[in-house]
């Protein structure tokens, strides 16, 4: 009788799904709606800073209290955790067995930003757990104290540096699939109108090149802290929000990160639809 594994490489190399089992494949979906539910309200969290009105810390804590004060109390925010858990996981098995569809170094980008993938799903897994047991706190403050720890070690200033530049790296990553568009080759379009494809393409291209943006000043953010030795530098998505808002287009540069993280959201929700099964 076959394995679990040898059923698992089986399903892929059939191209059916990366997904270890139905149950993850569906869980996984569920956490995509999820990720694009955060991203959604990142967006409005992003123009309240825009526009100066009061609010929260704009990142993924400050998400999951808005999503929490919606009424989706602790059963909601359950199920949100435990489906970006499975899409971790789906990503995970995709890393190491998935994408037979492309080969060479295609197949090796896409199963590093599978690994990236889970990697942020996990850690927006672990913010909604803390939200549960403590009711959460800014991710700028857990991003200093972070600093602050690495710091203190021997080697500090360059164990940050290379954070830093390694946040940066993600975010060329992440623009090059903007640009490239590489992201649509991970759904199954074959049922999708031309108008649908071309929408769903354009939010994606939009949503992950602004999240690069705003991913790419959280490692500027980072670089000047290992620059100056001070942990006050460095910050999470919420500072580089603000940073961004106290440029001379602030503004202007908030609104299209708003717009882009809606868009990313919206193709989220393609994406749970869509992705290859």
Avoid at 37 to 47: D, R
Avoid at 83 to 103: I, P
């Amino acid at each position: 009788m076959p394995t679990p594994l040898r059923r698992l490489r089986r399903s892929v190399r059939e191209g059916r799904s990366d997904a270890p089992g139905a149950a993850v494949d569906t869980l996984g979906r569920i956490g995509l709606l999820a990720y694009g539910l955060v991203h959604l309200v990142l967006a409005w969290l992003a123009v309240r800073i825009a526009v100066g009105l009061p609010e929260g810390p704009a990142d993924a804590q400050g998400a999951v209290a808005e999503i929490a004060a919606t009424g989706a109390g602790a059963v909601g925010l359950v199920v949100v955790a435990l489906g970006l858990v499975a899409f971790a996981v789906w990503q995970l098995t995709a890393a190491w067995l998935g994408f037979r569809w492309v080969s060479g170094g295609e197949r090796v980008r896409k199963r590093v930003g599978a690994v990236s993938k889970a990697i942020a799903m996990l850690g927006l897994a672990a913010v909604t757990v803390v939200f549960l047991r403590t009711g959460g706190s800014s991710g700028d403050r857990g991003a200093r104290d972070l600093v602050a720890d690495v710091l203190a070690l021997p080697a500090g200033r360059l164990l940050v540096l290379a954070g830093g530049l390694g946040i940066g790296v993600v975010a060329v990553m992440m623009t090059y699939t903007g640009v490239r568009r590489t992201f649509m080759g991970d759904l199954d379009l074959r049922r999708v109108s031309a108008s649908t494809r071309r929408g769903i393409e354009i939010v994606g291209a939009v949503g992950h090149l602004a999240r690069a943006l705003a991913l790419a000043v959280v490692g500027v953010l980072v670089v000047t802290a290992a620059v100056a030795a001070d942990p006050e530098r460095a910050g999470g998505l919420d500072a580089a929000l603000h940073a961004l808002g106290d440029t001379p287009l602030g503004m202007s540069l908030l609104v299209v990160v708003a717009l882009g993280f809606g868009a990313f959201g919206l193709y989220c929700v393609a994406d749970a639809a869509l992705r290859r099964a």
